[in-house]
Every structure is written in C-alpha cells, then in structure tokens.
C-alpha cells in the first residue's frame, strides 16, 4: 500500500515542483487544481472550485500527507476585487479542506498550510521567529492572519497533524518567477537596490524548500508554525548586488519609489512586493538540526543558473549512457545543465 500525497493548487509554481517530487519518488500523488492549465502532468489530476465540497474529498481518505497551496496569486494590483479574490481564495479553500478533512473515515496523517513570511512586523534590529515574532500591520498581513486562524480552527480529527507554512520568496529558475524576472532585470541593466534598498529579503532555495517539507514531515512531533526561509537575510541591495555578480552586469541602475509606482502599474503589480521588508529567521528548523544544502545566496544563484524550468530542475546526467543525458526525476540536476 502507498498512502498518496494530495496537492492542493498543484498546478502552481510550488505545486508543480512538489508533485515532480513526489512522482519521482514512486509516490502515489493526487494534483488539485481549478483547472488543468499549468499542471506538470505528474500524478492523477482532480478539479475543485476551492469552496465546495466534491469527489476530490474521497482523495484525502487515507492519505499520508495533504499539502494547501491553493490561493490566488498576489502579483496583481491591490483593487477591491483582486484583494477579495486574495483572501477568499485561500481562506475558503482551507476551510473546504477541514470540512472534508473531519469527514473522513481515516484522515490523513498530516497537513500542511501555505502561509507568508510577510506575516511578521517589520523590526530593524533583529529577524522575526516563530517563538517570538510579532503580527505586522497591512494587507499581506490580514490576509495571512485569517489564512492561519482558517487552518487551526479547522476542526479535524486529532490524528492529523498540522503545520502552517510561513513561506519566504521561494527561488527556482521559472519563467515568470522572482528569480527570472530579477535574473532579467539584471542582464538589462537594471539591477540596482529598489526603492531605499534596506528592506531585508527572506528567500529559500527551490531544493532546501522541498527537503525542509520533508524534514518536517519526518516526525510526528513537528507541528505548529515553521519559517521556511534560508538562515541568511540580505538587504535588497544585497540582493541585487549578488544578482549583479553573478550575471556579470557591470552597473545596475538603482529604482526609486516613484520609478517603482510607474513600474507597477504597466506590469499591474505592486510595489509592495519589492519594497516590503520581509525577516524572517528560521529558527525551529535550525534549532531542530536542519541543513540548508544552499544557506548562501551566491551559490543558490549559481546553482539555479544551471537548472532552467521543471524539467532543467530535475535532470540528472546518466553515466552508463555515454554523456547523454537522460532525465531522472527527483533528483538534482548536473551543473551546467539547461
């Protein structure tokens, strides 16, 4: 028997990347989504509408482990209707998925909740933990508090174990991601500090992401609040200047807020998502014994580099067939493969 893994909003940046995962590993894997659009293929796929109830439920009957990244995506601008549709989407979801949860004869053993690292209060002296960090104040910061009360006040059976996601930017080379579009930034020259360039930037490598989902996982006593960000906090300056070294850009020309405003508004984004300053220090994992595989921002960008895409993410050269490569899921890719 092999208990499946159920991902909720699979066929997004991070549900795509942990249902690769999973597949690799021989697992029974159950993709959730609104629509097929996006998903890697991987596993069996089921439509839901993220507020109902439906035949998706009976997937959760039995199930090792269920993991929520459903949610609307905040790159957008902050109308009425798009912070509506923000909260509503991950709110309603996690509520949908307690009620089938506590409707199952054998829940599943555990589940965990996406939530943002964007919950803590900005504090200029010190990163914010899970022990003793702070709520902030703001948008990103009501949408994560109700995220979080909708999780633990689920009702489900004491067998399953939950565990909220407080998630930094979650670096892999995707078109569209964060990585992609500062790597594009760069290249063109426009990879100076955003806005005052002090804002600290929590990140976490597509790899070290996944392993920590595992660490987690791995004992029955882990449950609660964890921060999912590497140990190391740079500036945004920082940041770009690593970017810089790393694509070879001599300069970068710096973006003052009003640059930023204008900038926002023709890619319909917001300025938010660049200037807030995000610190979040991963203290239950550090102290529990996990090990980032890329705890340094300079080396997770040289890495990443060399794995573009899903599929660029998950090569591994075969040795027996003579250079060629072949690919091999779930594991790392070989530098400098593409």
Same mark, same amino acid.
């Given at each position: 028997?092999?208990?499946?893994i ?6 997004g940046?991070l ?6 995962h999973?597949?690799?590993q021989g697992r029974?894997?159950?993709?959730v989504?609104?629509?097929? !659009? =996006?998903? $890697?293929? %991987? ?5 839901w ?7 998706w439920?009976? @997937?959760?009957e039995?199930?090792?482990?269920v993991?929520?990244l ?5 790159n957008?601008?902050y ?8 909260m509503?989407?991950r ?6 998925i307690g009620?089938?949860?506590a409707a199952?004869k054998?829940?599943?053993?555990l589940?965990?909740n996406?939530?943002?690292a ?6 200029e002296d010190?990163?914010q933990?899970e022990w003793?960090g702070e709520?902030g !104040? =703001?948008? $990103?910061? %009501?949408?994560a508090r109700?995220w979080?009360?909708a999780f633990?006040?689920?009702a489900?059976p004491? @067998?399953?174990r ?5 998630t930094?930017?979650?670096l892999a080379?995707?078109d569209?991601?964060v990585?992609e ?6 290249r063109?020259?426009?990879g100076?500090?955003?806005g005052?360039?002090?804002?600290r930037?929590?990140w976490i490598?597509?790899?070290d992401f ?13 449950d609660g ?18 970017f810089?070294e790393?694509?070879?850009a001599?300069f970068g020309?710096?973006?003052?807020r009003w640059m ?6 023709v890619m319909?984004?917001?300025t938010e998502?660049?200037?807030?300053s ?7 994992l550090r ?7 890329w705890?340094?921002?300079?080396t997770?960008?040289?890495d ?5 895409g899903l599929?660029g993410?998950?090569y591994?050269?075969?040795?027996r067939s003579?250079?060629v490569?072949?690919?091999t899921p779930?594991?790392k ?6």
């Amino acid at each position: 028997m092999n208990p499946q893994i159920v991902i909720f909003g699979a066929n997004g940046f991070l549900g795509r990347y942990f249902a690769r995962h999973y597949q690799g590993q021989g697992r029974e894997v159950v993709c959730v989504a609104r629509h097929r !659009e =996006g998903w $890697s293929g %991987d596993g069996m796929f089921l439509e839901w509408d993220g507020r109902t109830m439906g035949p998706w439920a009976l @997937a959760l009957e039995g199930a090792e482990r269920v993991i929520n990244l459903a949610g609307r995506s905040v790159n957008c601008r902050y109308d009425a209707r798009n912070r509506r549709q923000i909260m509503e989407s991950r709110v309603d979801s996690t509520r949908v998925i307690g009620k089938a949860i506590a409707a199952c004869k054998v829940p599943p053993k555990l589940w965990m909740n996406s939530s943002t690292a964007t919950f803590y209060r900005h504090a200029e002296d010190r990163p914010q933990d899970e022990w003793e960090g702070e709520p902030g !104040e =703001g948008f $990103s910061v %009501d949408v994560a508090r109700a995220w979080e009360e909708a999780f633990f006040a689920a009702a489900v059976p004491g @067998a399953t174990r939950k565990v909220a996601l407080r998630t930094g930017m979650v670096l892999a080379y995707e078109d569209g991601t964060v990585f992609e579009v500062l790597r594009h930034l760069t290249r063109r020259g426009l990879g100076g500090r955003m806005g005052k360039g002090d804002q600290r930037v929590s990140w976490i490598h597509m790899e070290d992401f996944i392993a920590a989902i595992e660490f987690i996982a791995a004992e029955p006593w882990r449950d609660g609040v964890y921060n999912l960000t590497a140990p190391e906090h740079p500036t945004n300056r920082e940041l770009m200047q690593t970017f810089r070294e790393q694509q070879g850009a001599p300069f970068g020309l710096p973006a003052t807020r009003w640059m930023l405003e204008i900038g926002a508004q023709v890619m319909k984004t917001e300025t938010e998502l660049v200037t807030k300053s995000r610190w979040a220090d991963p203290r239950r994992l550090r102290e529990e014994g996990f090990r980032w595989r890329w705890p340094k921002l300079e080396t997770a960008l040289a890495d990443l580099e060399a794995r573009h895409g899903l599929e660029g993410f998950f090569y591994q050269p075969d040795h027996r067939s003579a250079g060629v490569r072949v690919w091999t899921p779930g594991k790392k890719a070989a530098a400098g493969s593409r």
